[in-house]
């Protein structure tokens, strides 16, 4: 079969969205839709003692409003309840009810409470603004210590879970015996996943049948919700994801809007749609990361990790959303041992509800921070021992594999060493110090931060493709994933082409479409091209053996598939596809116009690298600037570098901006005050320098073409790299330790406030 890059060309997306001719789920509502609009909690924590919807109903415009009750009266499931996870006595986390629509009581700034559907958007705001509501507030909670006013009677003192890993006592044997040990503190600020798009669906039934229309990550997870919440049999069911602007985790999983978005659309008979605009998106989005660790570090004579330890508290939010308490236990724990050779660990994650909106993945969900945890404890130890942060890292990396974490996880294969010598000879350590005294010179406090990063891939390892042959003369390639902006078009017509020869031009990618496709996982986990590209090539397979035996007899002989065409030895005529497409049409063989397999990684790959950032900080006013950043990846085989590069750009934006810029805030009465950009701060072009990007690929065995996904590896390297390197540039001046976001009003804290 041909080489991937023989198929290489221009982005297959790129024309359509440039030119305007994205279809997003606001393009493409129904002739006749209604609006809903959501009443919601204005206050954190409060008992609902009055619900007057009847001003509303006599708001021009205004067709229904539905409540809890209303939605109770239909035979609708009321409460959602998302993963749980396994505590050390066996039992499993609290799973308290997440109200579709409140009832009884509010727990957060923005909780839907009511729902009103009008002809206009206007007169839907208008119906809102008219309803009346009671509430008698309650104490609000919204730290993460045990106790405070109970949220759920099912997490006594608001606990939601406990997880633990390892064995506690002998990590603290370990740490009683070693030469050295290094002590931090790291916080994980709650951020909003601010995709382009906001959140957005419609809905409309005929025949019966309901159909959703909802910009997500995949369809087949919404249609299982909406099948639970709404007691309707799946095949009653279709879900839809059209061009999607952003998801990043956010948008992967189901929202109580898009119940009562079914809902009302069966009750006035007509389709009713919902687009969030940009403040509702920042009070209602699942919130991303949210978390403090105490970490500890022990190590030998050598400076060799001789026990880890971390303690964790995670905020859930109010409720448990639909992966909110395995991100930071289970995911956190798959690398919280990174790329080094650690056995002796201890884990203890406690999550706790507070009145705050919920918490759940976002790019990376779980495996950031757990990099993050130990990459900032690993060059504090640096500076704590007055080792050299790069030595330090190369006597405990893993060197021999496959290797078993103690966390369970096999890493098949890695080269750590290589990856960081090359990433210091691209990063010119030898002249940072040169860099740094040019810097004071100007009176600026110049740092060097590195992270070391492994991920985990994570999602479904199954997936199918299949591929149409089309009686134009074209080809659709279906696919169970769903691409939220990361260039899927391009890189799946690239891949079939070079596996086929097939025209990339010729070739269509049908994805989101739960009629259309039986199965799929979406997108998520760094999964998407990893294990589409490994169905594609079964597929592909079943292909060459089918139509082969196919012409067999017309080429008088078996065939060999070879440069994109079938040929028997010795001959000199050749078939290619799309004509041995066209000769089965003409036979009657349409089973052979119809190709379709599945295929199911045997294990994940482990992506990973080595990420080194520079900043310059201003003493004078806290300010930060991030002047220089380079990378050495390892993302086994590269099928599209171009769109490789893309992500990581994007994911090390992401996790700068965190470290830099961006942090929910809330006033002590659970109000949100980060409800805008003008409160919120997104990272621009202009705080980003050029990123110097390398490759030391080494092929993963736990797919047939080597790969390792690269979606989420930018913000998982990103945020210590970044977080360090401001540590470095305080240290100068005897900062021992300070923390994220490093906004300007608390770097110059940090430098202005005597030592503790």
Known sequence: MNAFGKAQGGRVEDPRFLTGQGRYVD??????????????????????????????????????????????????????????????????????????????????????????VADTLAAARDGVEAIVAGFDDLPVKLDLAPGGAML???????????????????????????????????????????????????????????????????????????????????????VTNPDVGGGFGMKAMAYPEYIVLAHAARAVGAPVRWMSDR?????????????????????????????????????????????????????????????????TVHLAVRGVYTNTTQVDAYRGAGRPEAICVLESAMDHAARELGVDRFELRRRNFVRAFPYRTVAGELYDVGDFPRVLARLESEADIAGFAARRAASEARGRLRGMGLSCYIEAILGAPDEAA????????????????????QGHETVYARFLSAETGIPVEAIRILQGDSDLIPTGGGTGGSRSVTVQTNATRAT????????????????????????????????????????????????????LLQMRA??????????????????????????????????TDDFGTLLAPDLVLGQVHGGVVQGAGQVLLEQVAYSAEGQPLTGSFMDYAMPRATDMPFLTITFEPVPSTANSL???????????????????????????????????????ARVWAALHSPPA
């Open 706 to 744: 080597g790969m390792k996904g690269c979606g989420e590896a930018g913000t998982v390297g990103a945020m210590a790299a970044v977080a360090n390197a401001v540590r470095d540039a305080l240290a100068t001046r005897g900062v021992g330790w300070a923390d994220m976001p490093f906004t300007p």
């Open 279 to 343: 403040s509702e998106a920042m009070l209602t989005d699942n919130a991303g990361r949210d978390l403090v660790s105490e970490v500890e570090l022990g190590f030998d004579a050598d400076f060799r990790i001789t026990a880890y330890r971390v303690n964790t508290l995670s905020n859930l939010g109010a409720y448990n959303s639909q992966f909110g308490q395995p991100i930071q236990s289970e995911l956190f724990s798959k690398v919280m041992t990174g790329v080094y050779d650690i056995q």
């Open 540 to 591: 592909v397979t079943k292909m060459v053996d089918a139509y082969g035996a196919f012409l067999a007899p017309d080429l008088g002989g078996d065939p060999d598939f070879a440069d994109g065409a079938f040929r028997v030895p010795g001959s000199n005529r050749a078939v290619t596809f799309l004509e041995a497409a066209e000769l089965a049409r003409a036979a009657g063989r349409h089973d």
């Open 152 to 238: 759920h009677p099912e997490a006594p003192d608001n606990i939601a879970y406990t997880f633990h890993l390892g064995d506690a006592a002998a990590v603290e044997a370990a740490l009683a015996a070693s030469a050295h040990r290094v002590r931090a503190r790291v916080e994980d600020s709650r951020i909003i996943a601010a995709s382009m798009e906001p959140r957005g669906a419609w809905a409309e039934w005929q025949d019966g049948r309901l159909h959703l229309c909802v910009n997500g990550q995949g369809v087949w997870n919404q249609k299982g919700q909406l099948a639970a919440q709404l007691n309707l049999s799946p095949d009653l069911i279709r």
């Open 598 to 631: 599945e295929a199911r990684l045997p294990a994940r790959s482990y992506p990973n690298g080595a990420h080194l950032a520079e900043v310059e900080v201003d003493p004078d006013t806290g300010a930060v600037s991030l002047d220089r950043y380079v990378i």
């Open 466 to 485: 299949q591929v149409d042959f089309n009686a134009d003369g074209t080809v659709t390639l279906r696919v169970g994933t769903q691409s939220n902006g």
């Open 27 to 116: 393009d493409i509502v129904p002739a006749g839709a209604l609006v809903a609009a959501f009443f919601r909690a204005p206050v954190a924590h409060a008992r609902i003692v009055d619900l007057d919807v009847s001003g509303a109903l006599e708001v021009p415009g205004v067709v229904a409003v539905f409540t809890a009750a209303d939605l109770a009266a239909a035979g609708i499931t009321l409460g959602m309840r998302g993963a749980t996870v396994k505590g050390p006595d066996g039992r499993m986390g609290a799973a308290p009810e997440r109200p579709v629509l409140a009832r009884d009581r509010v727990r957060f700034a923005g909780e839907p409470v009511a729902c009103v």
